[in-house]
């Protein structure tokens, strides 16, 4: 299975965007899911972290600006992220604690990353 992300661009600060990534097909379950980046030159760092139950984190950079939310039933994982400042430029990442089938293990996947550039 693949991790799909998708809706990166280019904003001016203050604007919006909202990622989306979802599972490239039908699993037996999805645990935890979240958004890392990861700007030039740093490591890259936890966003937002959602569990099944709907409980979610932030990081305090992002708190009151960007909200994390998932739809079960498509095994999909959204950011929407308001009033964005140069500083959020980076490569954004998915994530996705997945287990295949009822007999399989869990583990972590990983989406192929997509770049969000907020201009000053």
């Known amino acids: 299975v693949q991790l799909q992300a998708s809706g990166g661009g280019l904003v001016q600060a203050g604007g919006s965007l909202r990622l989306s990534c979802a599972a490239s097909?039908?699993?037996?379950?999805?645990?935890?899911m979240g958004w890392y980046r990861q700007a030039p030159g740093k490591q890259r760092e936890l966003v937002a972290t959602?569990?099944?139950?709907?409980?979610?984190n932030y990081a305090d950079s992002v708190k009151g600006r960007f909200t994390i939310s998932r739809d079960n039933a498509k095994n999909t994982v959204y950011l929407q992220m308001n009033s964005l400042k140069p500083e959020d430029t980076a490569v954004y990442y998915c994530?996705?604690?997945?287990?295949?089938?009822?007999?399989?293990?869990?583990?972590?996947?990983w989406g192929q990353g997509t770049l969000v550039t907020v201009s000053s």
């Open positions: 994530n996705a604690q997945i287990r295949l089938s009822a007999w399989g293990s869990e583990r972590a996947y």
């Open positions: 097909r039908s699993v037996f379950s999805v645990n935890n």
């Open positions: 959602i569990i099944s139950s709907g409980r979610t």
